[in-house]
């Protein structure tokens, strides 16, 4: 299989856990929300370094704990705008709409769309000089082969999508690979995420494929084979993948790790998550800042503070998803730093593939046959 590897040999020496961690990962697909941004402002709250600005922040949903942007008003007085996408599509294709209107400061697109955004010159580099924290990072998460030296982007948290059960409903012991989601029995049961590469890439490693595949005729047996799946599939949610779960309105099927996670916290103690036989896909998100955006230094500053250890730990725990930040997890209990459904095993890891950009000529494919499947349901 491919993975995102690091140019720097090095780097594999800093593995945590006894475990080599992977390189560069991705996310992706379908939908979007959003809000209107405003910049008028008003005097600074009481505790406050007195500012008129604003940081416009474009980020997925549930993913940044209001603790983080609470604190970082407070110390800055630096007002935070947060709107929301729920796929990397939606917001690379609002990004390009409004490249030059300025609207967005700071996005945390995956690592194969800041590889994809930086072609096209959507993004301006970074200024590492103001990112005193930069060093906290686990080296094996920097220097990517998708973005060299990291100068467009900078990891934010990383993790992994495969198979969610809700054991009072399904013995989970009988759900062990992306297959088990095409029986029978499972007709009008099953969530897959409202995120195309990510069910084409399930499909695809079914079918003993890469989920990186750029062939065709490979593309086209996967749309196949999940409108046989089609039956069984209630909803498609990338929003809150826990959510179909909670409200019983789906059994099995896929979701995001830290989505299980916070599903547990919340009172389904009974859905479990597992990485499938044919392999899990795993990502990892970014903070970028747009070409044309106005708050460049603000974006700097949120950056850095989000790298702060303490930081990094509380984003990581509240959201349920793994840090790239060394000194963040080495500040985590035990039980935390060594959760399998958070960080994976070495051997979960080396069954896994990464999800790389692929072509615009190859989406065009994918997103050719996802449409196709989404309206022939």
Same mark, same amino acid.
């Given at each position: ?40 402002d ?25 603790e ?8 800055t007085?630096?007002?935070?705008n ?9 917001m ?46 686990? $080296?094996?998460?920097? &220097?990517? %082969? ?8 900078? /990891? +934010? =948290?990383? !993790?992994? #999508? ?37 069910v ?24 196949e084979?999940l409108? $046989?799946?089609?039956? &069984?599939? %209630?909803?498609?949610n990338s929003?809150?993948?826990?959510? /179909? +779960? =909670?409200? !019983?309105? #789906? ?5 995001w ?63 349920g ?11 985590? /209990? ?5 959760n ?16 790389e950009?692929v ?19």
């Amino acid at each position: 299989m491919t993975h995102l590897l690091s140019s720097n040999p090095a780097a594999h020496s800093v593995a945590r856990s006894a475990r080599i961690l992977p390189k560069a990962l991705l996310a992706v697909t379908v939908g979007l929300a959003l809000a209107s941004c405003s910049n008028s402002d008003n005097a600074a709250t009481d505790g406050t370094t007195a500012s008129t600005e604003t940081l416009n922040l474009y980020n997925w949903s549930e993913y940044m704990p209001q603790e983080i942007l609470d604190g970082f008003t407070e110390e800055t007085g630096i007002r935070v705008n947060y709107t929301t996408f729920d796929s990397n599509e939606a917001m690379y294709a609002k990004l390009k709409l409004l490249d030059d209107s300025s609207q967005y400061d700071l996005a945390i697109p995956s690592t194969y769309y800041v590889e994809k955004m930086a072609k096209e010159g959507l993004l301006q580099e970074l200024d590492k000089s103001k990112l005193s924290n930069f060093k906290n990072l686990d $080296t094996s998460f920097t &220097n990517t %082969k998708v973005d060299p030296e990291n100068k467009y982007s900078i /990891p +934010y =948290m990383w !993790g992994s #999508t495969g198979l969610a059960i809700n054991g009072e409903v399904v013995d989970p012991a009988t759900v062990n690979s992306w297959n088990d989601l095409w029986r029978p029995e499972y007709k009008g049961q099953v969530m897959l995420m409202n995120d195309m590469r990510e069910v084409f890439g399930m499909a695809l490693l079914t079918l003993g494929y890469s989920g990186n595949s750029k062939n065709p005729d490979e593309i086209k047996a996967a749309y196949e084979k999940l409108t $046989t799946l089609m039956p &069984n599939v %209630k909803t498609f949610n990338s929003d809150a993948s826990r959510m /179909p +779960y =909670m409200e !019983g309105e #789906t059994t099995v099927g896929m979701s995001w790790n830290g989505e299980a996670i916070i599903a547990n916290n919340e009172g389904l103690t009974s859905l479990v998550y597992k990485y499938p036989t044919e392999g899990a896909i795993l990502w990892m998100d970014n903070f970028v800042i747009p070409k044309n955006a106005k708050q460049v230094d603000a974006a700097h500053k949120f950056i850095d503070y989000l790298l702060r250890p303490e930081n990094s730990k509380i984003v990581s725990e509240e959201i349920g998803y793994a840090s790239p930040n060394i000194a963040a997890r080495e500040m985590m /209990p035990e039980e935390v730093r060594n959760n399998p459904t958070i960080y994976p095993s070495k051997e979960v890891l080396a069954k896994a593939e990464f999800q790389e950009d692929v072509g615009d000529e190859a989406l065009q494919v994918y997103q050719q046959y996802w449409d196709k499947l989404k309206t022939g349901r």
